[in-house]
């Protein structure tokens, strides 16, 4: 299972996090902390439909990689960490393109070894374009119809979050505390903001948003901040992650989840401290609850939907903060995000099953199987369809019955 994994203190304060443990023992209490829940028997109220199954190369294997299929211009575009990117038709599932990231120069010889591109950020299209980040630095632009290399960029540190793409420009976040901004189009280079980065993080950084002509993203030091897109220039900040324990990584606050625009407000969630809506316009905290994830929140109406770091699911409502629901059955399961498809939240976990929980209640009332390897990405969900990629590669559109 841990083939490939860089064992270093960023991923070793995840899995900490992940199990809600703050030292290390042996206590029987602990050891019970750690304990992975059963799947519970439910009574399904339907089966999911398969629309159609693909393989999207190795997929991420056992890396810490976001990597999600994104559906635009009728096609799903996706890529393993290898780098052979995809696309395939949204209604079928017939490939219609694919591209090898690890040679996009075409200088490889026949006699030479495939490299890793070590894709981890993205996909995400606009301008006809779809883009890719890499562990290396590279932020990769690929013609959304062919997948012909567009142009090819450079950023300081690992790119493992989704750039985001507004007003023809693509702003990337990377591991290092710079975020760098490029224009989409050509890629060139347009501004650069750097900041510290603690001594001990999480295997992830926040993939910036864009809103009302500002960049919002979530920092290493538990911060959220905003940028003008215009030239990077630092609007406010304010504290979310709240930094009380003793040792470095009890005081591991990362803000890694993406933020979520709705209306005139951010919600936002720290690694350890705080749920938290803030105004947009000023970065004034409207209210805050004590919810610790990673993982990306999800809305649909007047509720929040969050993963804590022990794989249980709430229902917030977004006005106050007060809790609605809570599913507990899925402790220390790596539970992803939620995704919202109807009238149901979807999460996946480490052993590849997708869960359906009632919006309303929290209740497990549908369960699917895509693969062994497991789902570490928050699905996709787009017209009412469902885009899960396993670990291996795995990618399936799933629709509920009528």
Known sequence: MFNGIRFNKKLIAICALSVGISACSSTDDENEELKVAELIEITERFEPVVKWDVSVGDGVGDYFSRIKPVVAYGKVFSASREGDAYAFDESTGERIWNADLSDIDNERGFFDDKHSALISGGPVAGINKVFFGSENGEVIALDAENGA??????????????????????????????????????GEDEWQIEQDVPPLTLRGISAPVVSAGGVIVGAADGSLSVYLLEQGRQGWTVDIGEATGSTELERVIDV??????????????????????????????????????????????????????KGHVYAVDRNDGLELWSQLSLTNRGVTGPAVLGNYVVVGDFEGYLHWLDQDTGEMVARHHVDGSGIYSTPTVVNDVLYSQSRDGDLEAITVPE
């Open 256 to 309: 890694d989840s993406t933020p979520l625009i709705y209306g005139e407000n951010i919600y936002t969630v720290s690694s350890r401290g705080n749920l938290s809506a803030v105004e947009l316009r000023s970065g004034r905290v409207l209210w805050q609850r004590q919810y610790s994830s990673f993982r990306q929140i999800a809305i649909s109406g007047n509720s929040l939907f969050v993963t804590d770091v």
């Open 149 to 186: 290399l567009s142009w090819q960029g450079k950023i300081k540190g690992e790119v493992i979050a989704a750039p985001a793409l507004d007003s023809g420009k693509l702003i990337v976040n990377s591991a290092s505390g710079v975020m760098k901004a490029f224009n989409a189009s050509n």
